[in-house]
């Protein structure tokens, strides 16, 4: 979606827009317009469009009213963002190639027209990149937004929101791309490409390099797959040298069979987006890079892929993770943990991070437990979860905190190693992130987000159409942001 800032619009687009507060119907509609707004019961609340047709001059002018629900409230810019997002569901395989939004009596600000503009890229988004035979009527038209009647920064506003849905986009994409296309080395060879130019540093340990410094665990993920596992390195340094960095980490398992603890076929295929943590850290780093954060940020993707092999490794098998501690593999399906501990460890020990954020879709308990409206937040630091849970309510990417304790840490010990992967059925997601937690070392500010109900959506939402969401990149913006660069 090309988006473009004029004067006034060009006399050649001929559907416009225009965003309205709730029970506020502009005075200058036509008596038809107005009527018509009337009859059908379009009121200007959040999401709620009119389209009805006016003269202008010697053109019939097709006019598009999008409801934006009252102004004020926590939720205003999600508000404007799904009147946005409203205007691309209506228009964007219309037929229609260009959309010009007037915001000259809108009274919006800077701030909040580059939310209706971040709204209306995001929900245009679609991958369409295996379809060869779409019908005239379902390609998208829709290419261009020309903005008329912006008030003054909008345009700079923009720019910040654009590098944001930037990374959204690129986080879509990894998750929505499928495993016979993104596995651990082609995922670093996409980041690679896209992040050209961008000041991005990129590093990328191979397999050789990971046993060299004991990563067991993860290894141990991989060992049963064709594709070579890769733990990616990503590195954005815009803030102060000394500062130390705050650490993102993402659980990338380019495809989850179970591994020998195979799962059943029904619904098997989800399973590619089980890189979601990991395709959501990718995201965030080009978003932070591409608004040119003031924040030294890394990105670590421990990138694997789960299969059931003659090489697999088995039940019951132990293994030694990076930290030294030994793990006895009950489940090999619960395979994301012993990804994410030698990375957690590696960060740990080559960056002396400030903070660490992982990112995973570890538990199918976690859907069980929140269904797909928040994901799930486990935390040593209660000043880094309030952290969290704020920017997720501002960004949208909405978050709820679960408990930690030594109850549910118990649950995981082991009769023949120091722990092992998985604990009862009870309470999975918190034993989960017990097992996480004995990786972190000296009592660093740490929060596991459980995104599994989170990365993918089955039916079209707010800001996203159905399939990936690029759930995460917002929330990890919002939080930089918030808490480093102010
Ligand atoms: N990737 C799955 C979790 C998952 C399930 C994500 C459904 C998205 C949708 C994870 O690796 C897994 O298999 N977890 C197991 C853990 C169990 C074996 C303790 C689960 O949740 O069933
Ligand atoms: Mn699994
Ligand atoms: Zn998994």
Same mark, same amino acid.
């Given at each position: 979606?090309?988006?473009?800032? =004029?004067?006034? =619009?060009?006399?050649?687009?001929?559907?416009?827009?225009?965003?309205?507060?709730?029970?506020?119907?502009?005075?200058?509609? @036509?008596?038809?317009?107005?009527?018509?707004?009337?009859?059908?019961?379009?009121?200007?609340?959040?999401?709620?469009?009119?389209?009805?047709?006016?003269?202008?001059?010697? !053109?019939?002018?097709?006019?598009?009213?999008?409801?934006?629900?009252?102004?004020?409230? !926590?939720?205003?810019?999600?508000?404007?963002?799904?009147?946005?997002? =409203?205007?691309?569901?209506?228009?964007?395989?219309?037929?229609?190639?260009?959309?010009?939004?007037?915001? @000259?009596?809108?009274?919006?600000?800077?701030?909040? =027209?580059?939310?209706?503009?971040?709204?209306? #890229?995001?929900?245009?988004?679609?991958?369409?990149?295996?379809?060869?035979?779409?019908?005239?009527?379902?390609?998208?038209?829709?290419?261009?937004?020309?903005?008329?009647?912006?008030?003054?920064?909008?345009?700079?506003?923009?720019?910040?929101?654009?590098?944001?849905?930037?990374?959204?986009?690129?986080?879509?994409?990894?998750?929505?791309?499928?495993?016979?296309?993104?596995?651990?080395?082609?995922?670093?060879? #996409?980041?690679?490409?896209?992040?050209?130019?961008?000041?991005?540093?990129?590093?990328?340990?191979?397999?050789?390099?990971?046993?060299?410094?004991?990563?067991?665990? +993860?290894?141990?993920?991989?060992?049963?797959?064709?594709?070579?596992?890769? +733990?990616?390195?990503?590195?954005?340094?815009?803030?102060?040298?000394?500062?130390?960095?705050?650490?993102?980490?993402?659980?990338?398992?380019?495809?989850?069979?179970?591994?020998?603890?195979?799962?059943?076929?029904?619904?098997?295929?989800?399973?590619?987006?089980?890189?979601?943590?990991?395709?959501?850290?990718?995201? %965030?780093?080009?978003?932070?890079?591409?608004?040119?954060?003031?924040?030294?940020?890394?990105?670590?993707?421990?990138?694997?892929?789960?299969?059931?092999?003659?090489?697999?490794?088995?039940?019951?098998?132990?293994?030694?993770?990076? @930290?030294?501690?030994?793990?006895?593999?009950?489940?090999?399906?619960?395979?994301?943990? +012993?990804?994410?501990?030698?990375?957690?460890?590696?960060?740990?020990?080559?960056?002396?991070?400030?903070?660490?954020?992982?990112?995973?879709? +570890?538990?199918? %308990?976690?859907?069980? @437990?929140?269904?797909?409206?928040?994901?799930?937040?486990?935390?040593?630091?209660?000043?880094?979860?309030?952290?969290?849970?704020?920017?997720?309510?501002?960004?949208?990417?909405?978050?709820?905190?679960?408990?930690?304790?030594?109850?549910?840490?118990?649950?995981?010990?082991?009769?023949?190693?120091?722990?092992?992967?998985?604990?009862? #059925?009870?309470?999975?997601?918190?034993? %989960?992130?017990?097992?996480?937690?004995?990786?972190?070392?000296?009592?660093?500010?740490?929060?596991?987000?459980?995104?599994?109900?989170?990365?993918?959506?089955?039916?079209?939402?707010?800001?996203?159409?159905?399939?990936?969401?690029?759930?995460?990149?917002?929330?990890?913006?919002?939080?930089?942001?918030?808490?480093?660069?102010?």
């Amino acid at each position: 979606m090309k988006i473009t800032f =004029a004067p006034s =619009a060009e006399a050649s687009v001929l559907l416009k827009a225009r965003i309205v507060e709730q029970d506020k119907l502009p005075a200058d509609l @036509s008596p038809a317009m107005a009527k018509g707004a009337q009859a059908s019961r379009f009121a200007g609340k959040v999401g709620q469009v009119f389209e009805g047709f006016q003269q202008e001059g010697d !053109d019939v002018v097709r006019l598009a009213l999008a409801g934006a629900g009252k102004p004020g409230g !926590d939720a205003r810019l999600a508000n404007l963002e799904k009147a946005g997002a =409203a205007l691309a569901t209506k228009y964007l395989t219309s037929g229609e190639k260009a959309l010009g939004l007037d915001l @000259s009596d809108s009274g919006l600000s800077a701030r909040e =027209a580059a939310a209706v503009l971040a709204g209306l #890229r995001l929900r245009s988004w679609r991958w369409d990149a295996y379809r060869t035979k779409l019908k005239e009527e379902q390609k998208r038209s829709l290419e261009e937004v020309v903005v008329t009647g912006a008030k003054a920064g909008t345009e700079a506003a923009w720019e910040v929101e654009a590098a944001v849905c930037a990374g959204i986009e690129f986080t879509r994409e990894l998750v929505a791309e499928p495993a016979n296309v993104i596995y651990p080395q082609s995922f670093v060879e #996409r980041c690679r490409k896209r992040y050209e130019g961008t000041g991005i540093e990129i590093a990328v340990l191979d397999e050789d390099e990971m046993r060299e410094l004991g990563m067991g665990a +993860l290894l141990g993920v991989g060992q049963g797959s064709r594709r070579d596992s890769k +733990l990616l390195v990503l590195k954005w340094m815009g803030g102060n040298p000394g500062d130390k960095p705050i650490a993102f980490v993402g659980k990338g398992v380019t495809f989850d069979t179970g591994g020998i603890s195979l799962k059943p076929p029904a619904g098997m295929e989800d399973m590619k987006w089980d890189m979601g943590g990991a395709g959501a850290v990718a995201g %965030a780093m080009l978003a932070l890079a591409g608004r040119k954060a003031k924040a030294n940020v890394v990105g670590v993707c421990g990138l694997v892929e789960n299969m059931p092999d003659g090489n697999a490794q088995r039940p019951g098998d132990v293994v030694t993770s990076m @930290s030294g501690q030994t793990i006895e593999v009950i489940n090999t399906d619960a395979e994301g943990r +012993l990804v994410l501990c030698d990375a957690l460890t590696w960060v740990q020990k080559e960056f002396q991070p400030a903070r660490i954020i992982d990112l995973a879709t +570890l538990t199918g %308990a976690i859907i069980i @437990s929140l269904g797909h409206e928040h994901g799930g937040l486990f935390s040593n630091n209660d000043k880094l979860a309030d952290d969290i849970l704020g920017a997720g309510k501002a960004s949208g990417d909405k978050m709820w905190r679960f408990p930690l304790a030594p109850e549910y840490d118990k649950l995981i010990e082991s009769p023949i190693a120091d722990m092992k992967n998985v604990g009862p #059925r009870w309470g999975g997601s918190i034993t %989960a992130a017990q097992f996480l937690q004995r990786f972190i070392e000296n009592d660093t500010p740490w929060a596991h987000l459980d995104i599994a109900g989170m990365v993918w959506a089955d039916k079209p939402g707010a800001t996203w159409d159905k399939g990936a969401t690029g759930f995460g990149v917002r929330l990890l913006d919002k939080l930089v942001s918030d808490t480093i660069e102010n």
